[in-house]
């Protein structure tokens, strides 16, 4: 019995050992990274659903108490009827889980074994009885009742991971126990005790998401000394069997006391502040979002003011879904009979078309946004492109007259009496998807993006904000989209900084050209970079910021020296861009 003990507590002593060793904290980070061209969740620390940060001695700790039914196994187990073996059991017990995987308990049990012997022992009763064959035999009853410690594996957090604290996973779970224990016989004139050997493999079905009960079923197996039953050996001679048990199953219940989680990260000293609002309590997850916003020559967006009542030409959703120059000619008819006699278009009066975020209606098959396809956002001039427009649309759409010049995509008015060294400038005839989640590549090749951020196409922000409706959707990534509206539901937006980018490419030939040119140009970057921030603002997943929040980095020299003839080269595009940063932080 001494060694007995001695076994139990060498046993304990291991197991807190172990689980001592185990106390570490991680922090706790969920961050998002660009895979290829996809914006992807990247494993931190305790991103992982097998790492927590291990409680404290009395928390985990559970009560739990079951009723069953076994069949002793002994040495003349077949000499009777198969029910003469069988005999109820009752346990409880307490137990405590170190982590969500491994954990020890500590039974009572009690009950008896029923069995057969040939030969009279201290624990037969009642006369001798004769069995097939004229053995001759006595029943059997030996009363004990057990003190075991256990430990505990929990196989579906093991094989799975911990589910979390409030979670509808793992409802149904799979535990295997394996323990040893002290046996006291009772109820005879010669006092024994012994060692026992348990074996459990469990079900248990939790109720609700915090998993405070379960209803538990069990397969048991108890082993004995092989003089369990009291005999040492058969009448034969022979030995005995070198192992005695009770084999069963039981239900019963399980009750969790609190705390019966697990955090997967410590909390924080001291909360987190950001523009004087507290950001999160503990566990704040830092992440940084990062795109491009490219814009047409001569465009920023700035003076974009409504010009339809009730329906705002909006730059961003121009950028998006617009169509051409959002200009259309008042007078169909009068087009129409001018295409139809090859008389030029000049002089018929436009007006403004409203931008929506799908792109207007009956656009399908169309180039929808600027940089956001294959396909450049000016149209042909020609009779049958413009009519085949009219009958999907019912009106003619329109160049931007001023002055003289005709734009075959929108700029700002402020800038549209300029003249330009060459008539394909005013058209946009060619496109890399620079605004596309397609585009990323060339973005992340020739815009050097930072590395502490997760690069995302203007197409993919702007369908987690304002939704991926017609042709904004071909130019998204699904997945990415997914991440960042994740990010946008469960995270707190803390500040955004932009910085504007014009090219060198101007067209002022007068007095003090180059200085005139270069504070052209520095207007254009600071006015795109001011373009975003209000778009942002304004936006329903960035209403908690602050104002002071939103901030335009002036670089002290926002025009690239390109060397493009045209406006419409890849170097002229990527530079009439907007880099926008969305720092973020996401809590417990």
Not at 250 to 264: A, C, E, M, N, P
Request: aromatic share 12%; proline share 3%.
């Amino acid at each position: 019995m001494k060694k007995t003990v001695l076994s139990i507590l060498v046993m304990l002593a291991g197991i807190l050992g172990g689980v001592h060793a185990q106390a570490a904290a991680f922090r706790d980070t969920v961050r998002y990274e660009t895979v290829g061209d996809t914006l992807q969740s990247e494993p931190q620390p305790t991103d992982d659903r097998y790492r927590i940060v291990t409680n404290r001695f009395w928390d985990n700790w559970f009560a739990l108490a079951n009723v069953g039914y076994h069949a002793f196994l002994g040495d003349y187990g077949s000499v009777g009827k198969f029910s003469g073996l069988l005999s109820p059991d009752f346990n409880i017990g307490v137990g405590k889980w170190f982590t969500p995987g491994i954990g020890a308990k500590v039974q009572f049990g009690i009950g008896n074994s029923l069995g057969y012997s040939k030969e009279p022992t201290a624990f037969t009763h009642g006369e001798a009885l004769t069995g097939e064959g004229g053995v001759t035999y006595w029943d059997a009853k030996n009363k004990w009742w057990d003190l075991n410690v256990s430990a505990m594996f929990n196989l579906s957090r093991l094989f799975c991971g911990y589910e979390g604290k409030v979670s509808d996973r793992l409802m149904n779970q799979f535990f295997a126990s394996v323990g040893i224990g002290a046996l006291h016989h009772r109820d005879i004139a010669a006092q024994r005790n012994e060692w026992s050997g348990h074996f459990e493999l469990q079900y248990s079905r939790f109720f609700d998401p915090e998993k405070k009960f379960s209803l538990d079923l069990k397969a048991r197996a108890m082993l004995y000394q092989t003089n369990f039953d009291g005999i040492t050996l058969k009448q034969n001679g022979e030995k005995s069997r070198w192992f005695d048990a009770n084999v069963g199953f039981s239900i019963g219940l399980t009750y969790y006391f609190k705390k019966r989680h697990w955090d997967r990260c410590l909390p924080c000293q001291q909360p987190v502040y950001i523009n004087n609002v507290q950001v999160v309590n503990d566990c704040p997850e830092y992440g940084v979002l990062e795109f491009y916003v490219f814009f047409p020559n001569n465009y920023s967006g700035r003076n974009d003011a409504p010009t339809v009542a009730g329906a705002p030409v909006n730059a961003i959703d121009y950028l998006a879904s617009g169509l051409f120059t959002q200009t259309k000619f008042d007078d169909a008819d009068a087009v129409a009979e001018r295409l139809a006699s090859g008389v030029s278009l000049a002089g018929l009066a436009t007006s403004d078309v409203p931008t929506r975020k799908g792109g207007p209606a009956g656009a399908e098959g169309l180039a929808l946004g600027y940089e956001m396809s294959s396909s450049p956002i000016s149209l042909s001039m020609d009779a049958a492109s413009m009519n085949r427009f009219k009958e999907r649309t019912g009106y003619y759409y329109a160049p931007m007259y001023c002055e003289g010049n005709t734009w075959y995509y929108r700029v700002d008015k402020a800038t549209a009496m300029q003249r330009l060294k060459d008539a394909e400038n005013y058209r946009e005839e060619q496109s890399f998807s620079l605004n596309a989640h397609q585009g990323l590549a060339l973005v992340r090749d020739n815009m050097k993006p930072d590395a502490d951020a997760d690069l995302c196409s203007f197409a993919d922000i702007y369908a987690a904000i304002e939704g991926g409706q017609a042709g904004v959707a071909a130019a998204t990534d699904a997945e990415t989209v997914r991440k960042l509206e994740e990010i946008f539901r469960k995270g707190r937006m803390l500040y955004v900084v932009a910085e504007g980018l014009a090219t060198s490419q101007d067209n002022f030939y007068g007095e003090n050209a180059e200085e005139v040119g270069l504070e052209r140009n520095r207007k254009l970057a600071i006015n795109r970079a001011f373009t975003v921030t209000n778009w942002l603002r304004q936006c329903p997943e960035f209403a908690e910021m602050s104002k002071n929040a939103f901030v335009v980095n002036a670089l002290e020299n926002p025009v690239i020296e390109v060397n493009d003839p045209s406006v419409q080269g890849l170097n002229s595009k990527l530079r009439r861009s907007v880099k926008v940063r969305i720092h973020y932080v996401i809590g417990e």
